[in-house]
T-cell receptor, first 108, second 114 residues
Framework: LAKTTQPISMDSYEGQEVNITCSHN???????ITWYQQFPSQGPRFIIQ???TKVTNEVASLFIPADRKSSTLSLPRVSLSDTAVYYC?????????FGTGTRLQVFP | DGGITQSPKYLFRKEGQNVTLSCEQN?????MYWYRQDPGQGLRLIYY???????QKGDIAEGYSVSREKKESFPLTVTSAQKNPTAFYLC?????????????FGPGTRLTVL
């Protein structure tokens, strides 16, 4: 089973780009990598998902190197409302494993 | 609107009582999940079900039970055997497609044991 490792916390300022890296050395061939955002007392919210190379949507980019043993979530120009916990998720449908989560604090 | 609903939002239980948390989805998803989250911690998997009438234990299944009689419903019972049930409980579902693991989460139920 692919286990993930993330930094426990990160600080940033409004307007900066934030990159959060997740390590998943034992990722399986058919595993996707998914990132979620969670605010206090709410369910996690899907941000982005990828399998390899780079994926971009309206809120974030996901960079995955060729060996797929890590991934980096990139949040461009963060705002105060991006203060939350970010989870990296790796695995197929039958066994999903959440990472420890990274607590991002954005300061004015 | 399609989505996942959980009820109640807050639940209080006396020690020794069983309590059932509701989870319903109208997304036509095959797989459903229950997670537990303690303050300042990540999500831990309790049970999951990929099809109706079938479910598997997750990492912390002791003291919990589930049923999956209908595709759209996956209730969780917290039994008196669960020694420390006070936590935030989250239900989720996925389409069940091979490889993809995009989960849709409900708003959660906060259970407090008095």
């Amino acid at each position: 089973l692919a286990k993930t490792t993330q930094p426990i916390s990160m600080d940033s300022y409004e307007g900066q780009e934030v990159n959060i890296t997740c390590s998943h050395n034992n990722i399986a061939t058919n595993d996707y990598i998914t990132w979620y955002q969670q605010f206090p007392s709410q369910g996690p919210r899907f941000i982005i998902q990828g399998y390899k190379t780079k994926v971009t949507n309206e809120v974030a980019s996901l960079f995955i190197p060729a060996d797929r043993k890590s991934s980096t979530l990139s949040l461009p120009r963060v705002s105060l409302s991006d203060t939350a916990v970010y989870y990296c998720l790796v695995g197929a449908v039958d066994k999903l494993i959440f990472g420890t989560g990274t607590r991002l604090q954005v300061f004015p | 609107d399609g989505g996942i609903t959980q009820s109640p939002k807050y639940l209080f239980r006396k020690e020794g009582q069983n309590v059932t948390l509701s989870c319903e989805q109208n997304l036509n998803h095959d797989a459903m999940y229950w997670y537990r989250q303690d303050p300042g911690q990540g999500l831990r998997l309790i049970y999951y079900s990929q099809i109706v009438n079938d479910f598997q234990k997750g990492d912390i299944a002791e003291g919990y039970s589930v049923s999956r009689e209908k595709k759209e419903s996956f209730p969780l019972t917290v039994t008196s055997a669960q020694k420390n049930p006070t936590a935030f409980y989250l239900c989720a579902s996925t389409k069940g497609e091979t490889g993809s693991n995009e989960q849709f989460f409900g708003p959660g139920t906060r259970l407090t044991v008095l």
